[in-house]
């Protein structure tokens, strides 16, 4: 599967919130690097952390673009609330290796009334 399909069944799956499926799109030493969180490396740990992310907050994705440039993929993203970010997807063998995120975790925090770490 190309990078550009990769990472659009990824949003149907993140837009599920199963952690599961999500989880499935990734290679088994996958590294997934959310800049405002640190990394998360193995497909078990990633799965464990959408679990956890998914049962802390109702999240949306909505895709405003998706780019695909060789085995790179690029998502620039928004939900509902209008938070806006975007992730970097390496996809080898039609499988995610490394993603890498970049949005902004105290808006997140606020708009989801989620606890403001001090």
């Known amino acids: 599967m190309k990078?550009?399909?990769?990472?659009?069944?990824?949003?149907?799956?993140?837009?599920?919130?199963?952690?599961?499926?999500?989880?499935?799109?990734?290679?088994?030493?996958?590294?997934?690097?959310?800049?405002a969180d640190g990394e998360v490396v193995g497909k078990e740990a990633i799965r464990a952390k959408f679990?956890?992310?998914?049962?802390?907050?109702?999240?949306v994705c909505i895709v405003e673009n998706i780019f695909e440039d060789g085995e790179w993929a690029i998502l620039e993203w928004k939900d509902p609330l209008g938070?806006?970010?975007?992730?970097?997807?390496?996809?080898?063998?039609?499988k995610i290796q490394f993603q890498r995120g970049y949005w902004d975790k105290l808006s997140f925090l606020k708009q989801h009334g989620l606890p403001i770490p001090q």
């Not at 990472?7 to 799109?25: P, T, Y």
């Not at 970097?88 to 039609?94: Q, S």
């Open 3 to 35: 990078p550009r399909k990769v990472v659009a069944a990824w949003v149907e799956a993140f837009n599920k919130a199963d952690a599961d499926l999500i989880s499935s799109f990734y290679s088994d030493d996958a590294t997934n690097h959310q800049v």
């Open 51 to 59: 679990e956890q992310e998914f049962a802390t907050a109702d999240m």
């Open 83 to 94: 938070l806006r970010g975007c992730g970097f997807f390496h996809i080898i063998n039609g």
